[in-house]
């Protein structure tokens, strides 16, 4: 049983930063593809950040490159997403979703929310201007 377990959401100020955490338990998930997701009221489920447990390769949408960046601890088996700059229209519940599967299919898949197979209960960032 996969279990994601997000931390690190929070009040900020615009400019500020933030670092979410994803805890990951239950399998071994060298072979797996990670991301973050989030969702703000009223709107579609929207990919942020990607990236191979093995290898590390990283996949970004273009809304967040340069400002955020994701990263994983193998040894705690925890993914990362560091928030840098944050803007009022970052403000969203943030998911973290695994993918067993993780073909090299391109941002096409890593963007889709059901390509993903696992999510986590979700973590409110709120951005204030």
């Known amino acids: 049983q996969v279990q994601l377990v997000e931390s690190g959401g929070g009040l900020v100020q615009a400019g500020g930063s933030l670092r979410l955490s994803c805890a990951a338990s239950?399998?071994?998930?060298?072979?797996?593809?990670m991301g973050w997701f989030r969702q703000a009221p009223g709107k579609e489920r929207e990919f942020i950040a990607g990236i191979r447990w093995t290898g590390g390769s990283t996949y970004y949408a273009d809304s967040v490159k340069g400002r955020f960046a994701i990263s994983r601890d193998n040894a705690k088996n925890t993914v990362y997403l560091q928030m840098n700059s944050l803007k009022p229209e970052d403000t969203a519940v943030y998911y973290c979703a695994a993918d067993p599967q993780a073909p090299y299919s391109g941002m096409s898949y890593y963007r889709r929310p059901n390509s993903y197979d696992y999510w986590g209960q979700g973590t409110q960032v709120t951005v204030s201007s």
């Open positions: 239950g399998r071994t998930f060298s072979r797996y593809l």
